[in-house]
């Protein structure tokens, strides 16, 4: 088992930039990991994700070229860089870690088998 403990949430302006860190208690090369994003009243939803060894990133359509995952497994943490943030990206930061034989990038949150408890960040314009 893994826990997660998220951090680097806050206020931002628009055009800004924030990095958000994922600590893993164990060791993270063995999970696939990935980050979503959460509003009150919706869904959790897929931002990207990175297979066990990074080789592999994905990315919801509206973060391309914006938002950067990455992960240092010697350090057990993952990142997520976002820069030229939008309002429409205020909302609860999650990472998640994924089990299993196949390294890809899962897109469902019900794919994830452990969770962090999450971190706001607020992009006022």
């Known amino acids: 088992q893994v826990q997660l403990v998220e951090s680097g949430g806050g206020l931002v302006q628009v055009g800004g930039s924030l990095r958000l860190s994922c600590a893993a208690s164990?060791?993270?090369?063995?999970?696939?990991m990935g980050w979503f994003r959460q509003v009150p009243g919706k869904e959790r939803d897929f931002v990207g994700g990175?297979?066990?060894?990074?080789?592999?990133?994905q990315y919801v359509d509206s973060v391309k070229g914006r938002f950067t995952i990455s992960r240092d497994n010697a350090m057990n943490t993952v990142y997520l860089q976002m820069n030229s943030l939008k309002p429409e990206d205020t909302a609860v930061y999650y990472c998640?870690?994924?089990?299993?034989?196949?390294?890809?990038?899962?897109?469902?949150?019900?794919?994830?088998?452990?969770w962090g408890q999450g971190t706001q960040v607020t992009v006022s314009s």
């Open positions: 990175i297979s066990r060894a990074g080789t592999v990133r």
């Open positions: 164990g060791r993270a090369s063995d999970y696939a």
């Open positions: 998640a870690a994924r089990t299993g034989s196949d390294d890809g990038v899962r897109r469902y949150s019900y794919a994830y088998d452990y």
